[in-house]
């Protein structure tokens, strides 16, 4: 149990950390720093895909639902961030 609330603490850490970070960055840089979280989406879609199959464990169901759901939200951000790259690149294309 106490393993469980640990994990909670930093993912809720991470969430605050996260939306701090992200609510200092100004406009400008908001499409370079979607084009560049694509690599760390990409890592985080290998950490979901090894979360999702885990077998055995402490808490195996646990594990494969919150496996499913960062896969799932890694995926719209990896798919998000190709859909804003490519619109950002198409804006300095000629016409």
Same mark, same amino acid.
């Given at each position: 149990?106490?393993?469980?609330?640990?994990?909670?603490?930093?993912?809720?850490?991470?969430?605050?950390? *996260?939306?701090?970070?992200?609510?200092?960055?100004? +406009?400008?840089?908001?499409? +370079? &720093?979607?084009s560049g979280s694509n690599a760390i989406s990409g890592i985080?879609?290998?950490g979901a895909l090894l979360a999702a199959g885990m077998i055995? *464990?402490?808490?195996?169901?646990?594990?494969? %639902? &919150?496996?499913? %759901?960062? &896969?799932?939200?890694?995926?719209?951000?990896?798919? *998000?961030?190709? &859909?804003?790259? *490519?619109?950002?690149?198409?804006?300095?294309?000629?016409?």
């Amino acid at each position: 149990m106490e393993g469980l609330i640990m994990l909670l603490t930093v993912f809720v850490l991470a969430i605050y950390v *996260g939306f701090e970070v992200i609510t200092k960055v100004p +406009p400008t840089l908001h499409t +370079p &720093l979607m084009s560049g979280s694509n690599a760390i989406s990409g890592i985080s879609i290998v950490g979901a895909l090894l979360a999702a199959g885990m077998i055995g *464990g402490t808490y195996p169901d646990l594990a494969k %639902v &919150l496996g499913m %759901v960062a &896969l799932i939200f890694a995926t719209i951000n990896v798919v *998000g961030g190709f &859909l804003v790259t *490519g619109r950002m690149l198409k804006m300095f294309q000629k016409r």
